[in-house]
């Protein structure tokens, strides 16, 4: 079917259509491309929800109950849960939606599993198109469940609106909570498997990375980050978790997904977010921001494509050269670089 024919189908929220759109883009297949380009002007309605944190924190059962809890607001949801590909066979189980087995007859939900293929930062190289082919298809919220990834694998952070990251007791100490990466880039924190001990010790910790995080901040008169008060101070807000200079408290929100104990809490929690993207100028530029290292991704990686077209055997060359310590790899690739602007000009 060609991208002419898929478009309109795509845009009527046609289950077999989202799902060949979705294996077009994820596959790079021919007419893919025009598919997106297509899809564009229909886009930038759903909220995209970012889950992420370490294995065994319970993304994957909490996502489940985010879609129950959005459903029962009468929202359509997409979801695209990632897993990892094995880097000696290749292979990925895709078993994310396992959990979510519960929503598969249900016409307002949509979930694909996606490997990584080996791309790095806790997403696979198509999540964003395919995320796009959801919100182009009317879905009112998609949820993007990543990868277990470590401390600073934050690529979720330029996908989504939303960040949440999942934390559980004993998974680390207050050493980790004080680390800069993916601790530092959440908008809302949700403290899962709460009934267990350690529960209101990480919830400390996750405070004192926070307050460590604002001082940090006024310290260097930084725009960016957290706000400038304590995440105590976001459960009384009365603006919802901004402050009077805009940037936001990530709230803390405990809860128990196997039980859906907490998950109406946690929705409040991300809407009010939800609510501070959209009705704040720093929530604005957010978005801007991250619209434009879109783009500056997409310019990179097309022109890696064609300098790799261009030059053809001269890279190889070069690393002919570098291999026999001709030229060191710092001049082989300053040369490449004036060979390909040469040519581009």
């Known amino acids: 079917?060609?991208?002419?024919?898929?478009?309109?189908?795509?845009?009527?929220?046609?289950?077999?259509?989202?799902?060949?759109?979705?294996?077009?883009?994820?596959?790079?297949?021919?007419?893919?491309?025009?598919?997106?380009k297509g899809l564009f002007p229909h886009t930038g309605k759903a909220w995209i929800l970012g889950v992420t944190g370490n294995p065994g924190a319970g993304k994957s059962t909490l996502v489940d109950q985010l879609i129950a809890g959005?459903?029962?607001?009468?929202?359509r949801v997409g979801v695209v849960a990632v897993d990892p590909t094995s880097p000696y066979t290749g292979g990925a189980i895709l078993g994310d939606r396992i959990r979510m087995a519960r929503h598969a007859t249900d016409d307002g939900v949509f979930i694909r599993s996606l490997a990584t293929r080996g791309h790095l930062g806790g997403l696979s190289h198509s999540a964003r198109d395919v995320v796009r082919v959801l919100d182009a298809a009317g879905f009112d919220v998609v949820l993007v469940e990543t990868v277990g990834v470590g401390q600073d694998e934050l690529e979720i952070t330029r996908t989504a609106h939303t960040t949440l990251v999942v934390m559980a007791p004993g998974m680390g100490d207050e050493v980790q909570a004080i680390k800069a990466g993916i601790l530092e880039c959440a908008d809302v924190f949700a403290v899962n498997k709460a009934d267990r001990d350690g529960a209101d010790a990480?919830?400390?910790?996750?405070?004192?990375?926070?307050?460590?995080?604002?001082?940090?901040?006024?310290?260097?008169?930084?725009?960016r980050g957290h706000a400038t008060h304590t995440a105590r101070d976001a459960h009384v807000a009365g603006d919802g978790g901004g402050d009077r200079d805009g940037r936001w408290t990530p709230p803390i929100v405990t809860c128990v997904a196997t039980r859906g104990e907490g998950v109406g809490g946690l929705v409040d929690a991300l809407e009010r977010h939800r609510a501070w993207v959209v009705g704040t100028e720093a929530g604005r530029a957010r978005r801007k921001a991250r619209l434009a290292e879109e783009v500056r991704e997409g310019l990179r990686e097309a022109l890696i494509d064609a300098a790799v077209h261009d030059l053809g055997a001269r890279i190889d060359e070069a690393l002919a050269a570098v291999e026999a310590r001709r030229v060191d790899p710092y001049t082989a690739t300053e040369d490449l670089v004036r060979a390909f602007r040469g040519g581009a000009s």
């Open 1 to 36: 079917m060609s991208p002419a024919e898929l478009l309109p189908r795509v845009l009527a929220a046609e289950t077999r259509a989202i799902a060949r759109a979705m294996r077009m883009v994820d596959d790079r297949l021919p007419g893919g491309l025009d598919l997106l």
């Open 202 to 223: 990480t919830v400390r910790d996750l405070e004192l990375m926070i307050a460590l995080g604002n001082e940090s901040i006024r310290a260097l008169s930084r725009t």
């Open 70 to 75: 959005f459903r029962a607001k009468g929202l």
